[in-house]
C-alpha cells in the first residue's frame, strides 16, 4: 500500500513499481471502484502503473469536504506528484475522467498521452435517486458502501456542476484512445460521433460485448488497448527526438 497526501487528506494509490520507461501510467478509475479492483490486470499494461483512489475511496481518507471536482482532481494531482516530477500517460474510467481532465488541462506539459473509458469529456450532474440506485446497489460484487464512504458519494454527486471539457481537449488533441460501451447511455451515438469528429487522429475503440463496466467480459481488453497505445506515443517521441 501506498499513501501521498493532499492538504491534511491521505490518499491511498495502487502502485505496480517497475520499470515506468519514462512516463507511468496513472489510472483514475470510477466512482464505486477501489484500487484494488485492478491488481490482476496492472502487468498487462508492460510498465509501471498507479492506480488511485480519490477522497472517500476505498483505503483513502474521508473528510467532511472538499468533493468538488477542483479538489478532487487535485487529489489526482498529489498522486502524480508522490510518483514522478516528470510525464505521465493518464487513463480514466467512467466518472473518474473529469477530475483527471481537469488535472491534465491545467498541466498539460506533464501528459504525454490520454485513454478514456466509456465517458466523455464533461463533469455531469446526477438526479437525487441516482444517490440510492449508486451508494445502495453492488459493484463488481460487492455492496458499493464497503467501496465507498457514505457521505463522502452523497458529498461528490451533492458537489457535481455541468461543465464540460470538450473544446479544450479538441483544440488540446493529445494522443487520445477513447472506448465505448454501446450497452451503456455514458456515450450515447451522439457523442461517439463528435469523439469521431473533433479527434481525427484518435484511436476509437467500440466494445460491442461490454456493458459500462469496460472490463467485461474480458479483463485485460482495454489493458492491453492502452498499452499499444502509450507504447506508440513513446516510439513517435523517440523518433521526433532523434
Given at each position: 500500500m501506498s499513501f501521498a497526501t493532499n492538504g491534511a487528506t491521505r490518499l491511498h494509490y495502487l502502485d505496480s513499481g517497475g520499470d515506468d520507461r519514462g512516463a507511468p501510467?496513472?489510472?483514475v478509475p470510477g466512482f464505486t471502484c477501489v484500487a484494488d479492483d485492478y491488481t490482476e490486470v496492472l502487468p498487462v499494461f508492460g510498465r509501471r502503473v498507479v492506480v488511485v483512489e480519490l477522497r472517500g475511496h476505498?483505503?483513502?481518507?474521508?473528510?467532511?469536504?472538499?468533493?468538488?471536482?477542483?479538489?478532487?482532481?487535485?487529489?489526482?494531482?498529489?498522486?502524480?506528484?508522490?510518483?514522478?516530477?516528470?510525464?505521465?500517460?493518464?487513463v480514466t474510467f467512467s466518472r473518474g475522467t473529469p477530475y483527471a481532465l481537469l488535472w491534465a488541462l491545467?498541466?498539460?506539459?506533464?501528459?504525454?498521452?490520454?485513454?478514456?473509458?466509456?465517458?466523455?469529456?464533461?463533469?455531469?450532474?446526477?438526479?437525487?435517486?441516482?444517490?440510492?440506485?449508486?451508494?445502495d446497489g453492488r459493484w463488481r460484487g460487492?455492496?458499493?458502501?464497503?467501496?465507498?464512504?457514505?457521505?463522502?458519494?452523497?458529498?461528490?454527486?451533492?458537489?457535481?456542476?455541468?461543465?464540460?471539457?470538450?473544446?479544450?481537449?479538441?483544440?488540446w488533441q493529445p494522443p487520445l484512445l477513447v472506448v465505448?460501451?454501446?450497452?451503456?447511455?455514458?456515450?450515447?451515438?451522439q457523442a461517439w460521433d463528435r469523439y469521431h469528429a473533433e479527434f481525427p487522429t484518435a484511436s476509437?475503440?467500440?466494445f460491442a460485448d461490454s456493458?459500462?463496466?469496460?472490463?467485461?467480459?474480458d479483463r485485460q481488453?482495454?489493458?492491453?488497448?492502452?498499452?499499444?497505445?502509450?507504447?506508440?506515443?513513446?516510439?513517435?517521441?523517440?523518433?521526433?527526438?532523434?
Amino acid at each position: 500500500m501506498s499513501f501521498a497526501t493532499n492538504g491534511a487528506t491521505r490518499l491511498h494509490y495502487l502502485d505496480s513499481g517497475g520499470d515506468d520507461r519514462g512516463a507511468p501510467i496513472v489510472f483514475v478509475p470510477g466512482f464505486t471502484c477501489v484500487a484494488d479492483d485492478y491488481t490482476e490486470v496492472l502487468p498487462v499494461f508492460g510498465r509501471r502503473v498507479v492506480v488511485v483512489e480519490l477522497r472517500g475511496h476505498g483505503r483513502s481518507d474521508a473528510p467532511g469536504s472538499g468533493y468538488d471536482s477542483t479538489t478532487l482532481a487535485s487529489d489526482v494531482g498529489a498522486v502524480v506528484d508522490a510518483v514522478t516530477d516528470g510525464p505521465v500517460h493518464l487513463v480514466t474510467f467512467s466518472r473518474g475522467t473529469p477530475y483527471a481532465l481537469l488535472w491534465a488541462l491545467a498541466h498539460r506539459d506533464r501528459i504525454r498521452s490520454v485513454s478514456i473509458g466509456d465517458y466523455i469529456p464533461e463533469e455531469i450532474t446526477l438526479p437525487p435517486e441516482a444517490v440510492s440506485f449508486l451508494l445502495d446497489g453492488r459493484w463488481r460484487g460487492t455492496p458499493v458502501s464497503e467501496r465507498v464512504n457514505r457521505a463522502a458519494g452523497e458529498a461528490i454527486i451533492a458537489a457535481a456542476r455541468r461543465q464540460s471539457f470538450w473544446e479544450p481537449l479538441a483544440q488540446w488533441q493529445p494522443p487520445l484512445l477513447v472506448v465505448r460501451s454501446p450497452n451503456s447511455p455514458l456515450v450515447p451515438q451522439q457523442a461517439w460521433d463528435r469523439y469521431h469528429a473533433e479527434f481525427p487522429t484518435a484511436s476509437l475503440h467500440v466494445f460491442a460485448d461490454s456493458p459500462h463496466d469496460i472490463f467485461r467480459p474480458d479483463r485485460q481488453r482495454y489493458p492491453a488497448l492502452v498499452r499499444a497505445h502509450v507504447d506508440a506515443v513513446d516510439a513517435a517521441l523517440t523518433v521526433t527526438q532523434e
